[in-house]
C-alpha cells in the first residue's frame, strides 16, 4: 500500500484512547519477506499474545503476512506508539535471536485508524484475515497459518 507520507507527518494527530478499536499495519524494513518463514512468524504472533495477555490491547483480529502485519485491537492500556514500539523490538530481538541475525526488521513508523462507531467491527475483522487469500497465499483462511479473530 504505497503512500506519500513520512513517519512523522503519521504522528501528526495520532491519539491513543482506551476502549478505541484500532486497526494497526506495521511493514517490515524494505518490504522484506520475513514472515515467509512460518517459526519467525510465530515470534511475532507471540508478542501480540503477551500484549493480550497483559491485558494492553484485546486483541480481535490479526494477520501476519510476509512483509506486513495487520492488527485489529482494543486499546486498554499505554499509547499507540508505546504498544507499537514494544511489539516491534521485542519481536526483533525474537527474529534475530532465531535466525541468528541482526538488524533491523521493521520499517520505523506504523499506520493507524480508529475504527468509528458506525463501522462494522466484525467486517473489518474479515477484511483482515482474507488477505492471504486476496494476496494468493492461500484460497481458504483455515489454509494460512498466521492469522486468528476472536470469534474463532
Not at 504472533?45 to 500484549?51: F, I, P
Not at 486499546?75 to 535466525?99: D, F, H
Not at 520499517?107 to 475504527?115: E, I, L, N, P
Not at 475483522?125 to 470469534?151: E, F, Q, S
Amino acid at each position: 500500500m504505497p503512500h506519500s507520507f513520512s513517519s512523522n507527518q503519521l504522528l501528526k494527530g495520532r491519539y491513543s484512547e482506551h476502549g478505541r478499536i484500532y486497526l494497526l499495519t506495521t511493514v517490515t524494513d524494505n518490504r522484506r519477506p520475513v514472515f515467509e518463514n512460518f517459526q519467525l512468524g510465530r515470534l511475532l504472533v507471540n508478542q501480540l499474545k503477551d500484549a493480550h495477555d497483559e491485558g494492553i490491547v484485546h486483541s480481535i483480529a490479526w494477520v501476519v503476512m510476509p512483509d506486513h502485519c495487520h492488527w485489529l485491537i482494543e486499546l486498554r492500556s499505554k499509547t499507540l506508539g508505546e504498544l507499537m514500539c514494544r511489539i516491534k523490538s521485542r519481536s526483533c530481538v525474537a527474529i534475530n535471536q532465531a535466525a541468528q541475525s541482526s538488524g533491523r526488521i521493521w520499517q520505523k513508523g506504523y499506520h493507524d485508524r480508529a475504527v468509528r462507531q458506525e463501522e462494522v467491527v466484525k467486517d473489518i475483522a474479515r477484511y483482515i484475515v482474507k488477505n492471504p487469500i486476496r494476496a494468493g497465499l492461500a484460497t481458504r483462511i483455515g489454509d494460512y497459518p498466521l492469522w486468528d479473530a476472536c470469534w474463532i
